[in-house]
């Protein structure tokens, strides 16, 4: 990583500026996209947790049907 680092610096003044900010730009969306995926891998896991703690308890499957349509506030505004 060093190396890779010294090489970058020893680019040009103006373009090794360049190459790091696109550098650090793609590293934060990588970061980002793995944290939405995270996020939406959880969510899935307690919806699936959800409905198996409603099987549990022996509701109908209407009544599953209504709890897993009904949103929360947050959950209306992301659609």
Do not use: W
């Amino acid at each position: 990583m060093s190396e890779f680092f010294k090489y970058v610096m020893s680019i040009g003044a103006p373009f090794n500026m360049v190459v790091l900010i696109v550098l650090m730009g793609s590293l934060c969306t990588l970061l980002g996209t793995i944290a939405a995926q995270v996020r939406i891998f959880v969510s899935h896991r307690a919806d699936v947790q959800l409905k198996r703690e409603l099987v549990e308890r022996g509701l109908s499957v209407e009544e599953i049907e209504r709890v897993v349509r009904a949103k929360g506030p947050e959950e209306a505004i992301k659609g």
